[in-house]
């Protein structure tokens, strides 16, 4: 399909939706003093979308002429069947977008996400490891430099978000 024709199917008459963002859980490893999710310091109840429920809503937005999906959190990563919810929404052929906080991209997983996830967007605390330490109240600046420097050989598009 020539970028004319999605531009027409897809666009023109702005009567119906073209993308979907659906946040599979609260949960996060991060522990962000900006964050709507609140203090995990205290108790904290984890909530998620049980994943027939997801993979329905997913059939159903591919149904609508849908063509994206972004997948988001909480962390994302942290959901127990994220994986098999990216390669489904893959193969039905929508263009997937995670969003995440970055540390859980390992070598483990980085042929996964080059395979099946279209655009990685990570949350960008901050540019030094004790400034990623205040805000997030984790240790975990240099998985998060891992996580850049893996996208980057493996060849993934990503965006990095910052807050202000």
Known sequence: MKVEEVVKTYF???DHMTSL???LTNACNLKCCHCYL????KSFDVRQV?????KNIISQARKMNIFSITFTGGEPFTYPFFYELVEYANKLGLA????TNGTFITEDNIEFIK???HVMVLSRYAFS???????TGMHLYHKY???LDLLRQYGVRYQERGIV
């Not at 609140?38 to 310091?41: K, M």
């Not at 049980?50 to 997801?54: A, H, K, L």
């Not at 997937?96 to 969003?99: D, P, Q, S």
Request: no cysteine; charged share 30%; net charge negative.
């Open 50 to 54: 049980d994943y027939q429920s997801i």
């Open 96 to 99: 997937v977008t995670v969003k």
């Open 38 to 41: 609140g203090n995990r310091e």
């Open 129 to 135: 490891s004790d400034i990623y330490y205040k805000v």
């Open 115 to 117: 395979k099946y996830v």
């Open 145 to 147: 430099i891992n996580a």
């Open 21 to 23: 963002t659906i946040e």
């Open 12 to 14: 023109d008459g702005g």
